[in-house]
């Protein structure tokens, strides 16, 4: 069964540090997300790509932070500078219709 | 502003209790999608089940069952004998229809920590 796939599956950087968190979705998919979960916290939306742009983002999704799908295949997040409270579980997730999304088994992120 | 509320943070049961999670949730469109995702501890999310504001037909699968009630805003998920397996974290989430464009962002709740004891 296709699935979607992250990596690494733990990054740890130093604070100030860029990071780029790697996702491959489900190929026949259209819609890619990512979602954090801070430690023990719920899941919290980040932003939505279709057709080759943001379609929606959240206030978490500041400057620091960006999105790129740099081929057919990779949907990356990437974080500028990172900060001690960037550290958390970073899920990717795609949709074929937009509604029922899948996750991918998540990057935790580790700033120290 | 949709919203989704898991008032229990965490449900301890002994193997073979039958056990409901709670989810109540708050949105003002007509047209939404309810879900369930279990969390094991390994971390990752599992997909269990999708339902759309349309269909308030209750839905079983195996051991899971699902009780969704519109006039209360409530979609509620009941484990039956349960086992250690299904010890998680579950989260409940919403999404609203955006227009046309299809898309639309989960917003979850809380989650509910259960504990399955031998």
């Known amino acids: 069964e296709p699935e979607v796939t992250q990596t690494p599956s733990h990054q740890v950087t130093q604070m100030g540090q860029e990071v780029i968190l790697r996702c491959v979705p489900i190929?026949?998919?259209?819609?890619f997300y990512w979602y954090r979960q801070i430690l023990g916290q719920k899941v919290e939306f980040l932003v939505s790509f279709y057709n080759n742009e943001i379609s929606e983002k959240s206030e978490i999704f500041d400057d620091q932070f960006s999105v790129e799908r740099p081929d057919g295949s990779n949907f990356t997040l990437k974080i500028r500078s990172t900060k001690l409270e960037d550290s958390a579980m970073y899920f990717c997730?795609?949709?074929?219709?937009?509604?029922?999304?899948?996750f991918g088994p998540g990057t935790r992120l580790t700033v120290t | 502003a949709q919203k989704v509320t898991q008032a229990q943070t965490e449900i301890s049961v002994v193997e073979k209790e039958d056990v409901t999670l709670d989810c109540v949730y708050e949105t003002r469109d007509t047209t939404y999608y309810l879900f369930w995702y279990k969390q094991p501890p390994s971390g990752e999310l599992v997909f269990l089940i999708r339902r759309n504001s349309f269909d308030e037909q209750n839905e079983i699968s195996g051991r899971y069952s699902w009780n969704f009630q519109k006039s209360t805003s409530s979609f509620n998920f009941t484990i039956t004998a349960s086992q250690v397996v299904d010890s998680a974290v579950y989260f409940c989430a919403l999404s609203e229809a955006e227009g046309n464009s299809g898309y639309s962002t989960l917003t979850f709740g809380k989650g509910t920590m259960l504990l399955v004891s031998p």
């Open positions: 997730a795609s949709s074929i219709s937009g509604y029922e999304q899948y």
């Open positions: 190929s026949n998919h259209l819609y």
